[in-house]
């Protein structure tokens, strides 16, 4: 069984998705662990906890132990909020959400884009690149004279692809005040000049 194998099989029986395994020639095997998904993504979420990476780690060094794999140190983790997409299913899971786009080869002068991810359907008749046929839609100028495009890609020239970070420094939610309690919402404070009732 290979390392890849061994790790996935270990990680999605614990029941999180294998985002990403990689190997340094100093021996370190570092393992990116999510969530399964649940329907549609949506920012913030179910976040990997430290608990989640330490349930992976003991169970994969027994996993790794058994496939007689050698390596100095073992680090399991959350991919981040910009996790690389590496597979059709991350793409079909993030369709719809921003993401950062690296191509292999230049188009246009570029490699890098940043846009929208959406799925091309085939027309019928035509066979369906491996992994499935995309577009990035992105806005390209300012204000009034942006122009929406669509750059149109299929995985195979994709040399990397990662969500771009949500980050939201207001909190998880907006709790709504309720007067029985006694609260004010936010506006009402601020015409009491900061000043609850």
């Known amino acids: 069984m290979s390392l890849v194998k061994a790790v996935e ?9 294998l985002v990403e395994c990689e190997r340094t ?3 370190l095997l570092r393992v990116y662990i999510d969530r399964l998904p649940d329907g ?10 430290v608990e989640d990476c330490e349930k992976v780690n003991r169970q994969l060094q027994y996993a790794l132990e058994v496939v007689n794999v050698d390596y100095s140190r ?8 910009d996790r690389p997409l590496t597979t059709p299913a991350h793409f079909e899971r993030f369709a719809g959400v921003e993401v950062e786009v690296s191509l292999k080869v230049p ?5 890098n884009y940043r846009g929208v991810l959406e799925a091309v359907e085939v ?5 369906a690149p491996e992994g499935g046929s995309w577009q990035l839609v ?3 100028g300012e204000g009034k004279n942006a122009v ?8 195979d020239e994709v040399r990397a692809a990662r969500l771009v970070p949500v980050v939201d420094f207001k909190g998880r939610g907006r709790r709504v005040a309720t007067p029985e309690a006694g609260e004010v919402a936010v506006d009402e404070a601020q015409d009491l000049g900061g000043q609850k009732k």
């Open 148 to 155: 929406e495009q669509a750059l149109g890609f299929t995985l």
């Open 9 to 17: 099989s270990t990680v999605t029986g614990l029941g999180y998705e």
């Open 25 to 27: 020639p100093q021996g």
């Open 138 to 140: 992105f806005k390209v």
């Open 107 to 111: 188009f246009q002068g570029r490699k």
């Open 40 to 49: 549609v993504y949506d920012l913030p979420g179910e976040y990997v906890t």
């Open 74 to 81: 073992l680090e399991v983790s959350s991919p981040g909020l």
């Open 123 to 127: 027309p019928e008749g035509e066979a």
